[in-house]
């Protein structure tokens, strides 16, 4: 089976930081464009990042929203990516996901004032 399995999310106070994980099955995360998106409550989904199909680490995309403060990475070997979150703010305040052509179900982080 297709799988995705995002895991990290928690409550921090803003200026804090949290590692989201996602791990795949049923395919290869080094083979497929995948990105992390993010869904606020009243708001529309946001892509905040995306690996490029490649394989590459370095091609990589961010939102203007989260630049200079998350950074993503793909580990091919153990099939998963991770988002590295730094000086959060409640503006981070989401459910996120990560998605190719198929969804996880998503990790929710929460960033207190």
């Known amino acids: 089976d297709v799988q995705l399995v995002e895991s990290g999310g928690g409550l921090v106070q803003s200026g804090g930081s949290l590692r989201l994980s996602c791990t795949a099955s049923?395919?290869?995360?080094?083979?497929?464009?995948i990105s992390w998106v993010r869904k606020a409550p009243g708001k529309g989904p946001e892509r905040v990042s995306r690996?490029?199909?490649?394989?590459?680490?370095?091609?990589?995309w961010y939102a203007d929203s989260v630049k200079g403060r998350f950074t993503a990475s793909r580990d091919n070997a153990k099939n998963s990516l991770y988002l590295q979150m730094n000086n959060l703010n409640e503006e981070d305040t989401a459910l996120y996901y990560c998605?190719?052509?198929?969804w996880g179900q998503g990790t929710q982080v929460t960033v207190s004032s």
């Open positions: 049923g395919f290869s995360v080094s083979s497929v464009a």
């Open positions: 998605s190719s052509d198929t």
């Open positions: 690996f490029n199909g490649d394989g590459s680490s370095e091609s990589r």
